[in-house]
């Protein structure tokens, strides 16, 4: 498909995307806002979001308009604020939470939302095995027994003590929630798996009007329990549109065109050309860098099985030698910071960040050849002529990189430039992407690749560092669970690591102990590196102000800017009219 086709598809679909389904009432422009998806829609007549690979059944429009969470985690404060709840008790041993749901909301149908809605879906994702979406599965694995106390009162009994298991659930930490759907028509479905929801329906305070494979739309209700019972304003614009740009080409020509409210990534040249032509399309930070930190921080991730790198020595040698100022000027386009730490750079883990760093455990941002050539020879390599070389055998790697982003791909260029210049043969791998998360990072499948297998912690640190304990390790070849220890780091100080992060995994949250228990945990994984962090990641999503203001930014912090997770609702209703 050429580059112009596209375009011109994409400009019909938003003028479709104005007009509506048939029969469906035209909406003006100025009260339509228009966000990206990068990706087409599969199967847009099923709303079934409870299977696997179903998060485009919700990206799309459905968890940011119509399908509310219980709670929306703050970034920038580390609080759940509440929504179809107001608030949670958790017991002594954080085995059983009491939550207290808000008073008067009620399904678009007119039926109240009570404690029957929330133990009906626990116990359907609890019943069910072939529901198998991760955050039922992650229910299902976590929850003995869900009660009704009452109808705004419902208590979780867990298998294990989870002082996380609200935000974890029911707060979206990253990206989506466990929702809750209306028992009064779920518990018609003779198999839940099957069952497609169509027509579906929600708490929220828009409905669904069509959705084709590139795009989506949500038209406001007349009326929205939020608006009857006090707790938020109805929000402004009557018409919501999830379209399918085509690529960061043709989204940087429907941004400057004002055909299109809200972006998905961009690369730093491309945003800037499209703020010269037009002044109206802002950024997280008003100047650059512009971009905002992601929760995934990146890293580079080594199996500690295959020699030389089942070596600490030698995994830390690579560590001194990648330059991560260089990864962020070149590769990232400025975009965003080097690690410092396993954990992204917000506000709430700023503690846990801290104490690392004061503990003498943080990466620095620039490299240390020498220090990492140092470590190489003490192991016996001695440099002949481009390489490092020992009994006959040059010291090489090959670096495993998913092809899908070029992101990925240019920041392991630079790495392979890198380790080359210090002595080492370095040479990147790209795979394709499901072969890359199929295979390769799984079952242990590589030396050294790219990716992000810290990711979790956003307001705490146990949820990244318990990917690392020993009770995650299984043999090459065997799938790693859940992604966690694919390193299959397994030595003495892994069990070290492991005894404090278990006993972390208790205690509750905003504990004034956890930060020095961090930086004691910490120091194992700074002496023996089963993954080097590298920079942090960064969303350069861009927003035009034209038609609406009110986008979330640095200077307007009321949460991070992801308009496709379940928190999109916050920013929905933040939007106002342009003057």
Known sequence: MTRMTQVLMTTAAVTLALTGASGAQDVPREDTVIFDLDRTIRDPENFNWMTDGTGIRRMHGAHQTMWEPLFILNYGTGELDPWLATGFEANADSTEFTVTLREGVTWSDGEAFDADDVVFTTQMAMDNEELNAREVATIRGQVASVEKIDDLTVRFTLNAPDPRFMVENFGVRIFGSFLIMPEHIWSAAENPATFTFNPPIGTGPY????????????????????????????????????????????????????????????????????????????????????????????????????????????????????????????????????????????????????????????????ADVEAGQALIEAEGWVRDGDYYTKDGETLAVEIHVNSASTEYTRTIDMVVEQLQRAGIDARSVPVENSVFWGEVLPFGGYEMTYSWLSCGSVNEPWASMGRYTVADVVPVGERSPGFNNTARWDTAAAEAYSAIVNEMSSMPLGDPMIPQMVAEAYQYLDAEMPFIPLVQAFKLHPFNTTYWEGWPSNDDYYNHPFFHWNSGHQIIHNLERAE
Do not use: K
């Open 207 to 366: 409905e669904f009007t069509s959705a084709a494979s590139n795009r989506a739309i949500w038209d406001r209700r007349d009326s929205w329990w939020g608006a009857e019972t006090g707790f938020m304003e109805m929000p402004e614009p009557l018409r919501v549109v999830f379209l399918e740009s085509g690529g960061e080409e043709s989204r940087a020509q429907l941004l400057a065109n004002n055909q299109l409210d809200a972006g998905q990534n961009l690369s730093v040249g491309t945003f800037e050309a499209i703020r010269a032509q037009n002044p109206d399309t802002i950024a997280w930070y008003a100047d650059y860098p512009y971009a905002v930190a992601d929760p995934c921080a990146r890293q580079l991730e080594i199996n500690t099985t295959v020699a030389p790198w089942d070596n600490a020595n030698m995994r830390r040698a690579v560590a001194h030698i990648i330059d991560r100022t260089q990864i962020v000027n070149i590769a990232a386009e400025g975009a965003t910071t080097p690690s410092r730490t396993m954990f992204p750079e917000y506000g709430s883990m700023a503690p846990f960040i801290d104490a690392v760093v004061e503990a003498g455990h943080g990466l620095p941002a620039t």
